[in-house]
């Protein structure tokens, strides 16, 4: 988490998650990095600040996201001026297993207002394919399926389980293969029944050009985190668009105050469910007035802002180092 704070006594905050695994950065890297650019900043013009930390974006994406969108807070960017309500579906994952417990936790789901889910595959592709009719068969004509394979098989199994898939109720199907393995994604793409969703690999404006040229891909997944800032995932969403590509947005792993700031990008640039949805899972929220969710969606009213419950996000906070 980053705040900031100006000589004219406003201020911003913003976070981002890096998550271990799928990328080459590394908290430790991410912390160095914003502590460099933080002392940095000192009595320089803001944006003079998101010059240089957008220069440096390679070295730590996730990292600079943080910042800069905190600074984007700062001055009150306008997709975060809410001048009427709007209303955003999320999706929500399937965790069961049992045939019994998916069907109860599917109705419970559906009554609760959510009609897109995902479905996590990519451990064993016969038991895969089996779980998945499974939950096709729960949600037949209730609800639509995006499946996961979040870069756990191989080209070969991410081929066997294309070939073995009723396409039925399904969306897309994400990522099956390592992020930099882009021909095996695209063999898989070529093959699959559903179009393919990149994921890890969709960092900047070259990535999606390329991700538009793959037969098969019709879906890129974007990320606040991963594109260094709010006009840069406008810009994102609308280049998947111009590529002739769907986007999808959201982290799953994203806190509140990132599903607030990928949710205010949506109501401009999205027409599905937002993946947005890690603030749902913690027990503690970090807003004093919490993102409004009901029904399977978030809604924004006219005039929505956030304040960090500031006693949430001290007990929280491992550490803390400040620049003045």
Same mark, same amino acid.
């Given at each position: 988490m980053v705040e900031v704070e100006d000589d004219s006594g406003r201020s911003g905050f913003a976070d981002a998650h890096i998550s271990p695994g799928s990328s080459a950065e590394t908290r430790e890297g991410g912390w160095a990095f914003l502590l460099r650019h933080a002392k940095a900043a000192i009595g320089r013009d803001v944006s003079d600040v998101m010059a240089d930390l957008l220069?440096?974006?390679e070295e730590s994406k996730v990292a600079t996201t943080s910042f800069?969108?905190?600074l984007e807070v700062l001055r009150k960017h306008p997709m975060l001026v809410l001048s009427h309500d709007?209303?955003?579906p999320l999706l929500a994952p399937v965790n069961s297993l049992e045939a019994r417990e998916i069907e109860e936790e599917l109705d419970i789901a559906i009554a609760t207002g959510f009609q897109t889910f995902k479905v996590k595959v990519g451990k064993d592709v016969d038991a895969d394919l089996a779980r998945v009719a499974v939950i096709q068969r729960a949600t037949a004509g209730k609800a639509t399926l995006r499946l996961d394979a979040n870069r756990a098989y191989s080209r070969a199994q991410a081929l066997e389980f294309v070939q073995g898939l009723n396409p039925d109720g399904i969306e897309l199907f994400e990522q099956?293969?390592?992020a930099d393995e882009w021909e095996a994604n695209g063999a898989v793409? #070529?093959?699959?029944? %559903?179009?393919?969703?990149?994921?890890?690999?969709?960092?900047?404006l070259q990535d999606i050009a390329r991700a538009g040229e793959m037969p098969g891909v019709g879906y890129c997944k974007l990320k606040l985190k991963r594109f260094g800032g709010l006009d840069r995932l406008r810009d994102g969403m609308d280049a998947v668009r111009a590529h002739g590509m769907h986007p999808v947005l959201g982290d799953g792993l994203g806190s509140e105050t990132h599903a607030w700031l990928e949710a205010c990008v949506a109501r401009q640039t999205l027409d599905n469910a937002g993946e947005f949805n890690g603030f749902l899972k913690p027990q503690s929220r970090l807003f004093e007035n919490p993102l409004p969710f009901d029904q399977g969606t978030i809604t924004l009213p006219a005039g929505y802002w956030p304040?960090?419950?500031?006693?949430?996000?001290?007990?929280? #906070?491992?550490?803390? %180092?400040t620049f003045r």
């Open positions: 220069l440096d974006f800069v969108t905190a709007s209303a955003h099956p293969c390592e793409a #070529t093959a699959s029944p %559903v179009p393919l969703m990149l994921d890890e690999p969709i960092c900047t304040k960090l419950d500031l006693p949430t996000v001290e007990r929280l #906070t491992v550490d803390t %180092v």
